[in-house]
T-cell receptor
Framework: GENVEQHPSTLSVQEGDSAVIKCTYS??????FPWYKQELGKGPQLIID?????GEKKDQRIAVTLNKTAKHFSLHITETQPEDSAVYFC??????????FGTGTRLQVFP | DAMVIQNPRYQVTQFGKPVTLSCSQT?????MYWYQQKSSQAPKLLFH?????FNNEADTPDNFQSRRPNTSFCFLDIRSPGLGDAAMYLC???WGAGQVRGEQFFGPGTRLTVL
């Protein structure tokens, strides 16, 4: 079945630096790729998503890129701030109502 | 402003004592989901409703049941909670069709403790 791999599992950066999280999916029919941010004790929050008809999408300091040929997509956070510290999950979906989640990346931004 | 609401936020129950968690939404989405999330893991889908159609995941234990009496509300019933059922339970909603299909919005979760 569909599988989504996510790397790295932990990421520590200095405030102001960039952070990149990468995901690879197995189902070539996947066409929707959201990213969620989950703070401690809270539910996941959708921060950005991309559909397979575009290669890149940007929203202020965050951007997502998609390479359909290689079946991978990445989250880029620039000018990181301490409040960006959280667990980030990627996910993939293929015209269904279900999301396949990656295993998560714990991002720590040090002041 | 709340869109997906879960009650209670924290629930403590005893081993084997039935418990019900509730979820409501103001988005009028036709799909509602229940996930179980254990520490440091991704959310695990238990089941979802597409309108009134119930879709169970193959590996969801029989101990977990769900009800959706109307568009806005969905309940998770755990008939006989075991220690292994202690987790965060997340409710999510989405549109099941159209250009925004797949976008899931999560509630804040209910943290279940089993004593």
């Amino acid at each position: 079945g569909e599988n989504v791999e996510q790397h790295p599992s932990t990421l520590s950066v200095q405030e102001g630096d960039s952070a990149v999280i990468k995901c690879t999916y197995s189902d070539s029919a996947s066409n929707y790729f959201p990213w969620y941010k989950q703070e401690l004790g809270k539910g996941p929050q959708l921060i950005i998503d991309i559909r397979s008809n575009v290669g890149e999408k940007k929203d202020q300091r965050i951007a997502v890129t998609l390479n359909k040929t290689a079946k991978h997509f990445s989250l880029h956070i620039t000018e990181t701030q301490p409040e960006d510290s959280a667990v980030y999950f990627c996910a993939a979906s293929s015209n269904t109502d279900k999301l396949i989640f990656g295993t998560g990346t714990r991002l720590q931004v040090f002041p | 402003d709340a869109m997906v609401i879960q009650n209670p936020r924290y629930q403590v129950t005893q081993f084997g004592k039935p418990v019900t968690l509730s979820c409501s939404q103001t988005l009028n989405h036709n799909v509602m989901y229940w996930y179980q999330q254990k520490s440091s893991q991704a959310p695990k889908l238990l089941f979802h409703y597409y309108d009134k159609d119930f879709n169970n995941e193959a590996d969801t234990p029989d101990n977990f049941q769900s009800r959706r009496p109307n568009t806005s509300f969905c309940f998770l019933d755990i008939r006989s909670p075991g220690l292994g059922d202690a987790a965060m339970y997340l409710c999510a909603t989405s549109w099941g069709a159209g250009q925004v299909r797949g976008e899931q919005f999560f509630g804040p979760g209910t943290r279940l403790t089993v004593l």
